[in-house]
């Protein structure tokens, strides 16, 4: 009975400490359906300066504000209305809780113009390329540019204007806003072949000297056969650079002439069989047939610099390299400098080819 009476006492105890906790309660957060709002200003900004946004639950009640009147307004419905430059926040609050609203108030300056970085691609199967665009003025507002593709199984273009080459044929692809529109003109081409070098030549060949002349820096025309070995398609003759008498050095170069204008994908060049000597690399220029005035002066040609390619000189066979721009041409030359030097003074080709597209 004694133990009895305790456990009343403390059970009475327990019971009056609950009395003196807060009963618990469940507060409802307010919902609104943007948290964060750009609006502009200005002669051209419209109805951008104003939106309407909703809270809920549905008939409660709530208060809202803005943290700065000077940038954005709020009335008691949720409508904001932009008034000035700046960064701020509106608050709306319900009896139990409150979310903050970001807004961002801008000059609204619109797009007069743009232009694109090509107008031209041509790509193989599953290249990407990517077109940049330049916004006039470069500080406007709104340059949501919509792209789209003539025909999306050659080409496929994305909302970044990276455009991907699918399959063979050709597509427009439109660059718009609003009425103003830029294209560019895509090719898939068939894989490229190798040009026949029946109508190639070496300009100002001298088969009586080895001096150099306007198409090439000097020749050794008793060892490996002189320049033309480098288009005979024999890749057991070769060009080697003047080493008896008065003897060359780096630079060499040598100019082809492909009898006509051609789309160029890539190049090949391959060394003196067995030897490892020679260059380690290369630069390729191109002309088109309209660059080249006066046909007795290549110095004077309009010649387009087409980049570096490495050249492994301890590897026999073939080596081939595209050419990225894939540019038109009838006169490739290749210069071989100072740079690309191998293990002794001289370079030496025993065969260069040339990959074109074909309509």
């Known amino acids: ?9 403390v059970m009475l105890a327990i019971m009056a400490g609950c009395n003196n906790f807060d009963p618990f309660v469940v507060t409802e957060k307010p919902y609104v359906n943007q948290t964060s709002v750009k609006l502009y200003i200005g ?12 809270s809920s639950p549905i008939g409660k009640s709530y208060l809202w504000t803005s943290q700065d009147p000077s940038v954005v307004t709020v009335n008691q419905s949720g409508l904001l209305t932009a008034v000035g430059e700046g960064i701020t926040t509106v608050t709306v609050a319900s009896a139990d809780d409150q979310i903050i609203i970001d807004v961002n108030v801008r000059e609204y300056i619109p797009l007069t113009g743009f232009t694109l970085s090509t107008y031209s691609v041509i790509g193989f199967w599953q290249n990407t390329t990517y077109v940049f665009v330049t916004y006039i003025p470069d500080n406007a507002t709104d340059v949501a540019i919509e792209w789209s593709s003539s025909d999306r199984s050659v080409a496929e273009v994305y909302s970044n204007g990276l455009i991907k080459t699918l399959e063979e044929g050709r597509a ?16 898939v081409p068939a894989p ?13 060949y001298d088969p009586n000297s080895d001096d150099g002349t306007i198409g090439y820096s000097s020749q050794q025309r008793n060892d490996g056969g002189g320049v033309p070995s480098i288009i005979d398609e024999d890749i057991n003759t ?14 060499h170069w040598f100019i082809i002439d492909l009898g006509e204008e051609v789309t160029i994908a890539q190049v090949g ?3 003196r069989t067995g030897d490892g000597r020679g260059q380690k690399g290369y630069q390729v220029f191109t002309c088109r047939e309209e660059g080249a005035v006066d046909l007795t002066d290549p110095d004077t040609w309009d010649w387009q610099d087409q980049g570096d390619i490495p050249f492994d000189s301890g590897k026999d066979g073939i080596q081939i390299q595209p050419l990225s721009n894939f ?5 490739i030359k290749v210069f071989i400098d100072d740079k690309y030097r191998g293990s002794n003074n001289f370079a030496m080709v025993g065969d260069f080819s040339v990959y074109i597209f074909k309509d």
Request: no cysteine; proline share 6%; aromatic share 14%.
């Open 1 to 9: 009975m004694k133990h009895f009476k305790y456990l009343t006492i």
């Open 43 to 54: 002669e051209h900004a419209g109805d951008r300066n104003t939106i309407q946004l909703i």
């Open 172 to 187: 427009t692809v439109t660059a718009k806003y609003g009425d103003i529109e830029q294209s560019v003109d895509v090719w």
């Open 192 to 204: 490229p072949v190798k040009m026949s070098k029946s109508g190639w030549s070496i300009p100002g």
């Open 238 to 251: 070769y060009w080697h650079a003047r080493w008896s008498g008065s003897a060359s050095n780096y630079p």
């Open 269 to 271: 060049m391959a060394r």
């Open 327 to 331: 540019p038109m041409a009838r006169y």
